[in-house]
Every structure is written in C-alpha cells, then in structure tokens.
C-alpha cells in the first residue's frame, strides 16, 4: 500500500504541526486540498485538545494528523532553576518588572498518563505523530487497535532503528534546517543531520516509510527528497505566513525580514531553530548558566515574551523558522498546496 492509500490523501506533502502555530482553520485548508493537514497539541490540555480536534473535524471530512510532545519528564532543579532565574532578571528589570520566583511544568509529557491518549482514541483522527520520543507500547497498541496511523520523528539513525523496533508505521526524518523545536530523544546528543542526507540514511536502513521534514521550502527541494526516499514532504516554516496560522503580526512580519535562523535551548530548555532574537544575541552568552529542564524553562521565557510584546518588544519572541526561511513566499495554505503540486510534477 502507498502512504498515499494508507493516509488517504491525494498529495505527498504534510503540514507540519507547529503547537502555537496550528489551528484547526489551517488543518482544514491543507487538508481540503488533498494533502495532510495537522494539529499541533503538545501545548494544549486535553480537554482543549479535543475541542481543537472536534473543531478541525467540524471543517474538514479529509484525513489530518495530530501532534503531541513524548519528551521524558524531568525533574527541575532547584540551584539551576534558581542561576537561570537571576540571569534572566535583567532582561525582566528591563520592562520594569521581577522574574518569577519559581518555575512551572507548563505541560505534560504524553507519557506521563493516557489523558492525550484517551482524547485521540475517542476522536478517532486519521493520524497521530510524536516529538521527542516514543510513546509506550501500551499507548500503541492501543492507537493500533484504533487502526489511527502512528508517526514519530527521528534526528539520527538510532532513533529511527528504534521507532521502527516500536513498530511506528511511518517515521519523520527532521533534519538540522528544520524550524521549531529538534525532535531528538536525548537533547544533549544531536547528529545534527541535514534533511537530505538523513531521508538517505534512514531509508537505507529502515523498512518503516520516511517523511522528509526540514527546510522544504518549494517543489524543487520536495522533489529532491522523493527521489532521495522520502513518500512525502512535511513543510512548516512555509505554512506559518497563511492567513489561517495563529502566527502574530509581528512573527509574520520577521518571517519575510529577516534570513538568518539560529538554534538556543534558552527559550524552551531543549534546542529549537528560530529567527535570531535577544535570546541568541544576548543571553546565549559563553557565560550563561545550563539552562533549567524543559518545559520549566519555557515557562520563563513565555512570561517574558508577554511582558516585552506588551511594551512592544518583540525581539525576544518565539519565531520559530528554519534555516531556508528567505525563500518564504507568501501564499494561503490551499494556493501554497497547489503550487507545491505543480512544482513537484514539473521536470
Ligand atoms: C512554528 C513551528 C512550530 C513547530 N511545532 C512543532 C510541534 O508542535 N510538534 C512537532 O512535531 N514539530 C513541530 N515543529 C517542527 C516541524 O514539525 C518540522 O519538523 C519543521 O517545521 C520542518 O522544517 P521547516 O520549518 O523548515 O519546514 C514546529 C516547527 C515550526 C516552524
């Protein structure tokens, strides 16, 4: 069976679901059109999740996919919690305010329990795909019995040999020029891997299909990673310009101004590749303490970004972007879905 049998859709490409970024207006669109929309949960809390799931399904009978995070919860620190809050305080000082005095786990862990997994069995979406991690054999099989596609995103060749061992049906391969956040299992070891040469890799390797994700910005770059093994292309970056995202003006407006991405773990505690900001110019400074675990750090950073886009600051936003961001175009979802249709099929 072809992915595009399995999924039920009539293109090679996936919206990336982006938490944040993602709505159900944008799902729909992208699905309407024959390719696989998706939602980006990992955020969300279960109950919100199903209302963005029902809400998505309310606008599209097309397939789509949802996204949930499959980090291994850590405990916080309190030393490196309590460094990183009198680092960050200046930039607090700056807007006239004080850091909090203590860090929140702001969401949890598909792992920890089976709330995420119990919305997703009774919402029946079409798919459902994992970042940073696997979830646990119960979990499933339990998305199996469901006959609900299971994906997972792979950084290095190891973490593929293991979803695969998992028996995921489709793997994600996330190469270094992808934007928001890495996918890697442990984030202090990473292959660092370019998109290209990771679908090579994992499609040498594996039996699992592979999904290419990482700096597909047109059909040009789509094409390439078909030919190299990919069954389809995820794009993200290239989404967060249409309409229907929930990216705010001043995101939208970094996405065609500026070009240069960096990857920090100082906004969320794990690295993510975004628009270079006050985070990479000044507090990723050789000085700077370890940052605390994620997603406590992410907590920090959001108040942060809250007070300074009150004050209109917005130098220290989360505009997550990949590395090929300057060839951003500006196009709705479903004329974005089209182009990339004819790009793909043009010689
Ligand atoms: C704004 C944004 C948010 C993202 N959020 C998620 C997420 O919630 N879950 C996930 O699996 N991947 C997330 N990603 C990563 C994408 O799934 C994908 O790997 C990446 O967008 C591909 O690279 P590109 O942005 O160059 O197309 C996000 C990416 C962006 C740009």
């Not at 996936?14 to 059109?33: D, H, I, R």
């Not at 680092?87 to 598909?110: D, M, R, V, W």
């Not at 007070?307 to 951003?328: C, E, K, P, R, T």
Request: glycine share 6%; hydrophobic share 40%.
């Amino acid at each position: 069976m072809t992915i595009l049998e399995l999924l039920e859709i009539k293109h090679p490409i996936f919206l990336a679901p982006m938490a944040g970024v993602s709505t159900p207006e944008l799902a729909a669109e992208v699905s309407n059109q024959g390719a696989l929309g998706s939602l980006g949960l990992g955020a969300n809390t279960s109950s919100a999740a199903k209302e963005l799931i029902l809400k998505t399904q309310a606008l599209t009978e097309k397939p789509f996919q949802v996204n949930f995070f499959c980090h291994q919860s850590e405990s916080l620190n309190p030393d490196i919690a309590q460094q990183w809050i009198e680092y960050i305080a200046p930039h607090f000082e700056k807007f006239g305010t004080t850091p909090p005095t203590q860090l929140n786990c702001i969401y949890p862990s598909f792992l920890d329990s089976d709330d995420f997994l119990n919305i997703v069995l009774e919402t029946q979406p079409k798919a459902v795909s994992f970042h940073f991690g696997i979830p646990h054999p119960h979990q499933i099989k339990a998305l199996k019995d469901e006959g609900i596609i299971t994906m997972v995103s792979a950084t290095n060749l190891i973490e593929a040999q293991q979803i695969e061992a998992a028996g995921i049906d489709l793997i994600i391969a996330q190469g270094i020029e992808a934007g928001g956040h890495r996918g890697i299992f442990n984030q202090h070891f990473d292959a660092a891997i370019k998109t290209l040469d990771l679908v090579q890799l994992i499609s040498k390797h594996c039996t699992t299909p592979v999904i290419a994700a990482g700096g597909i910005m047109n059909g040009e770059q789509a094409k390439q990673m078909l030919k190299a093994g990919a069954s389809a292309v995820q794009l993200g970056t290239a989404f967060v310009q249409c309409k229907s995202s929930s990216a705010n003006a001043a995101y939208r407006k970094a996405l065609f101004n500026q070009n240069i991405t960096q990857i920090s773990a100082s906004l969320s505690g794990r690295p993510a590749r975004g628009l270079i900001g006050t985070w990479h110019t000044e507090i990723d400074r050789p000085n700077r303490p370890n940052v605390p675990a994620y997603p406590y750090t992410y907590d920090l950073a959001k108040q942060l970004m809250a007070i300074a886009n009150q004050q209109h600051d917005f130098s220290y936003g989360a505009f997550w972007a990949g590395s090929n961001v300057a060839q951003i175009r500006e196009l709705e979802a479903a004329d974005l879905v089209n182009q990339l249709v004819l790009e793909i099929k043009s010689n």
